[in-house]
């Protein structure tokens, strides 16, 4: 469910029921002349988008304001916004602080900007990631909690909720929309044969080849994009999708 469309009987079942609370987490930044500004966020949200009909799911209003960077074009006439990490920082903490206090237990963010470098970590997830921490700390140990949680007896099996993944820094996950397991067998790249295909698939009113411009090398390969190889795509994020949410 949308979580805007939500009324408060249905929040109070979601957070019952922990289901699984998703943010699709991107941003805007240029993508080269055939496709749209959003596509790093666009293709988070309409893989969720057909998750919805099948599992009990809420979706959060998309993030676009992440770190977007200059580095593959200039600002001017382009597109790309950036808001810096230091920034997002704040932003996402008072998020995840209100998700939190909610009642919400099983989080998520999922990203695909960058996210070849999720492991190491890159500007945008970064800032989530410190931020999901942080608040957690926080939260057990601010007013709700106390100082000393963690050495409290009542913590005895601490250990064996983090192998389970119900330890209480399980309670926001993020996760790259594309692990090493599919980007073994998907090409992955910016505005090129992959990202294309997943637009043409996910959201082809969007994809202009007519207006493909082979002049810059990151975007050659979209010569060879196809639908067919988007929704191959698509099948393998949503089969880990479901992996994830389920396990949540």
């Known amino acids: 469910m949308r979580y805007e469309l939500m009324r408060p009987h249905q929040l109070r079942q979601a957070i019952d029921e922990r289901w699984p609370v998703v943010l699709p987490l991107g941003v805007l930044e240029y ?10 966020t666009l293709v988070v949200e309409r893989c969720l988008e057909r998750l919805e009909p099948e599992m009990d799911l809420v979706i959060l209003p998309a993030f676009y ?25 704040p932003i996402a903490k008072a998020m995840f602080t209100s998700l939190i206090r909610i009642g919400f237990r099983n989080i998520h963010f999922i990203i695909h900007h960058q996210s070849e470098n999720f492991a190491a970590g890159m500007p945008t997830d970064l ?32 250990y064996e909720q983090h192998d389970a993944g119900t330890d209480p820094f399980s309670w926001i996950k993020g996760h790259p929309l ?22 043409m698939a996910l959201c082809p009113e969007q994809v202009d080849m007519g207006r493909f411009d082979a002049s810059k090398w990151y975007v050659r390969s979209a010569a060879e994009a196809s639908r067919e190889l988007g929704e191959e795509g698509v099948r393998m994020v949503l089969e880990r999708l479901r992996r994830i949410l389920k396990a949540g």
């Open 127 to 158: 800032a989530f990631k410190l931020a999901a921490r942080q608040v957690i700390f926080e939260y057990l140990e601010g007013p709700a909690g106390k100082e000393g949680w963690w050495g409290d007896n009542a913590m005895e099996h601490y």
């Open 31 to 40: 993508h080269s002349e055939h496709l749209p500004v959003g596509m790093d």
């Open 65 to 89: 304001y992440g770190a977007g960077s200059y580095a593959v074009e200039p600002a001017a006439r382009n597109g790309t916004v950036h808001v810096g990490s230091e920034a997002l920082l």
């Open 178 to 199: 594309l692990d090493a397991d599919i980007i073994a067998r998907y090409p992955f790249d910016h505005a090129g044969k992959g990202e294309t295909s997943f637009m």
